[in-house]
């Protein structure tokens, strides 16, 4: 009986979550199944000297940098965002592009990096 419910339990876990392959790694470390979000195409943001709505900001950046494929934006902590770009044509317009701004505060553009902190200090 003991296996059967180890074999549901697997597949819970399969089946709950909907990951594209694009979007993370998986690797398995001590036998433990790990993810990793990959970070090619990516981008953090954060608008200087106000804070704005996570939908307000979305909507701004697209109507700005108005891309030719999609983009994701993540949450990170402390007004800082991850964006990922479908395209590179996108990324490295918005990452080259001119200073961008927000409801007229400059919104900072820098490439994604493992380990980045976001922590105020």
Known sequence: MQENAGKEEDSFYENDFE???DVYVRTIEDEIPKLTFATKRTVMVRVLGKSIGFKVLYYRMFNQWN???GFRVMNVDNGY?????SLENDYTK???GS???IMSHYLTVLPWTPGVQSKSK
């Open 81 to 85: 965002y991850m964006v990922r770009f």
């Open 67 to 69: 891309p030719t494929g």
């Open 94 to 96: 918005v990452l080259l």
């Open 99 to 101: 200073p961008w701004t």
């Open 19 to 21: 990951i594209c392959n």
